[in-house]
């Protein structure tokens, strides 16, 4: 099994930034992506950004240019910067993990991020 554990959401401006971060414990081993997916109320949920364990990243095209996602290997972390906050990014942010070998995903509780003046 893996835990994730959220912090880092809040209430931001619009255009102001925000730093998620994401610690996993337990079989940490057997974790290759790890990234953040996002829902908003009365919609889906959907990928924000990923990042394997070698460091390839992927992007949804709404936070191209604006987040970065990173991580710690050796911490077992991942963070996800962003940058010129627009209100359409307010959602619960949830961090996810999975093992490539059989295919498990793993989720955080979600933290929430707001947007708004």
């Known amino acids: 099994q893996v835990q994730l554990v959220e912090s880092g959401g809040g209430l931001v401006q619009p255009g102001g930034s925000l730093r998620l971060s994401c610690a996993a414990s337990?079989?940490?081993?057997?974790?290759?992506?790890m990234g953040w997916f996002r829902q908003a109320p009365g919609k889906q949920r959907e990928l924000v950004a990923l990042i394997t364990h070698g460091g390839t990243t992927e992007y949804a095209d709404s936070v191209k240019g604006r987040f970065t996602i990173s991580r710690d290997n050796a911490k077992n972390t991942v963070h996800l910067q962003m940058n010129s906050l627009k209100p359409e990014d307010t959602a619960v942010h949830y961090c996810?993990?999975?093992?490539?070998?059989?295919?498990?995903?793993?989720w955080g509780k979600g933290t929430l991020v707001t947007v708004s003046a």
């Open positions: 337990g079989s940490i081993f057997s974790i290759n992506a």
């Open positions: 996810y993990a999975n093992n490539h070998l059989t295919g498990v995903e793993y």
